[in-house]
């Protein structure tokens, strides 16, 4: 994603080592099972901003060692995933499994599934659901549209905007018209309203 029509090398701002604006990408974290938007990180395609997504997973879900489970994750061929997660969830407790899409003259012509951590059966390995989110993402945020006029100027704009829709999808949005992602989670009893998130119930 861009967020700056400028080219990148002149987008750097006055004392801010040019990290405001440029370049960007989104890294996403969404539940499987109820579609809950866990966490996202706005930034450069590094291990670093792989980084910031990651280890808010832990503080949004009972601590492993508390609920004696195992903490499974599926991505694309992205190995910033192989070498943080380890770092916030121990091995032993890792379920991890890579997607690879093979592609030939920018089209799909095959798709290769690895196993990077414990033992995740290979059917569960699809990164469907996330790609189906990423354009959710694109159809509900103006500013993620391609060649739009309301891209992003700054990373904490797109940031800003990130948060308000994590909250409005994960309490107030029914999927089927029925349960939020937060009900399903058994986060919330209730479909919340923009009250509740300004006046903090």
């Known amino acids: 994603m861009d967020i700056s029509k400028k080219k990148q090398k002149k987008v750097k701002r006055e004392g801010d080592g040019g ?3 440029g370049d960007a990408w989104i890294y996403g974290c969404i539940k499987r099972q109820t579609y809950f938007f866990v966490a996202f990180a706005v930034g450069k395609w590094t291990q670093e901003t792989c980084r910031w997504m990651i280890e808010q997973i832990p503080r949004r879900f009972i ?6 489970e195992k903490a499974t994750f599926y991505s694309d061929g ?3 995933y192989t070498y943080v997660l380890p770092r ?5 407790k ?8 093979i592609r ?18 290979p059917s569960d390995i699809e990164t469907t659901d996330i790609e189906n989110f ?7 945020l103006g500013r993620l549209v391609r060649k739009t006029k309301c891209h992003s100027k700054l990373k904490a704009r797109l940031g800003n905007a990130l948060e308000l829709f994590q909250f409005h999808w994960n309490f107030m949005d029914p ?9 399903l989670e058994g986060l919330s009893e209730d479909l919340l309203s923009w009250h509740h998130f300004f006046y903090f119930f």
């Open 63 to 68: 601590p492993l060692s508390e609920a004696g």
């Open 104 to 121: 030939e003259n920018g089209r799909v012509v095959g798709k290769e599934k690895m196993v990077i951590y414990g033992n995740p059966e």
């Open 175 to 183: 999927l089927g018209g029925k349960s939020t992602p937060a009900m």
């Open 88 to 92: 916030f969830f121990p091995v032993e």
């Open 134 to 140: 990423g354009g959710i993402l694109r159809e509900r």
């Open 94 to 101: 890792l379920e991890y499994g890579q997607l690879v899409k």
């Open 19 to 21: 990290d405001t604006a």
């Open 78 to 80: 992205n190995d910033d």
